[in-house]
């Protein structure tokens, strides 16, 4: 599993007003937090590279046993993830590979597994966002190249590169990414992880619609 994550100073601008210049750092670790964990819980994950170049953010998450990767190509979201693909399969040649968002506050492990045993039965298979433009998971089996296309309607790229789209209804939590206050308020209604939860629980008088 491969998460990406830009140095947390440039993280999450869309949440303001909501959240200052101050909170949405310590929002966008959260979130990044409650990801890796949760991934790490599901069943057939055996290990996430953590693509950043923010120390603080990556002593965080190996601190949750992630792998913490630089982001040598500094190149831009797909590139950051092509990069991890990349050493996550050295590490485990032979093996599936799978990018997921670094904002699902909410995620929850089972339905992370459930979502993956579905894409096992194809070759490149992805999740689309809770809005269906973007996408919050991809995957590659062993022997495919992942060809990440994130960002925008990401889920009209991927889908025309290929990669099927998971159609599986009940796994909320794999699908709602977070950048908007809106966004923050349905993952929050979904049951945020204890990360997330405790900087939110500071944000909530100013998260009224």
């Not at 992630?66 to 050295?90: E, F, I, K, Q, T």
């Not at 670094?102 to 993956?116: G, I, K, M, S």
């Not at 022997?143 to 991927?158: K, V």
Request: glycine share 10%; net charge positive.
């Amino acid at each position: 599993m491969v998460v990406p994550l830009k140095p947390l100073g440039r993280a999450k601008s869309r949440l303001a007003p909501a959240a200052d210049a101050s909170q949405r750092p310590r929002l966008a670790l959260a979130f990044a937090q409650d990801t890796v964990a949760a991934a790490l819980a599901a069943e057939s994950v055996r290990n996430v590279v953590v693509v950043t170049d923010d120390p603080g953010a990556g002593a965080a998450l190996a601190a949750l046993g992630a792998r913490v990767v630089p982001d040598s190509p500094a190149a831009g979201l797909n590139a950051a993830l092509a990069h991890g693909a990349r050493a996550a399969g050295a590490a485990r040649p032979g093996g599936r590979v799978a990018a997921l968002n670094a904002d699902l506050p909410a995620l929850r492990p089972a339905e992370l597994a459930r979502v993956l045993r579905h894409a096992a039965a194809f070759p490149r298979a992805f999740l689309t966002d809770a809005a269906g433009i973007g996408t919050t998971l991809l995957t590659a089996g062993p022997g495919m190249e992942l060809r990440p296309a994130f960002g925008g309607p990401s889920r009209l790229r991927h889908r025309a590169g290929g990669a099927v789209e998971i159609p599986l209804s009940g796994v909320d939590s794999v699908r709602q990414d977070v950048d908007t206050a809106s966004d923050l308020r349905t993952a929050a209604a979904l049951g945020l992880g204890p990360h997330s939860a405790r900087v939110y629980a500071a944000l909530s008088p100013l998260m009224s619609p």
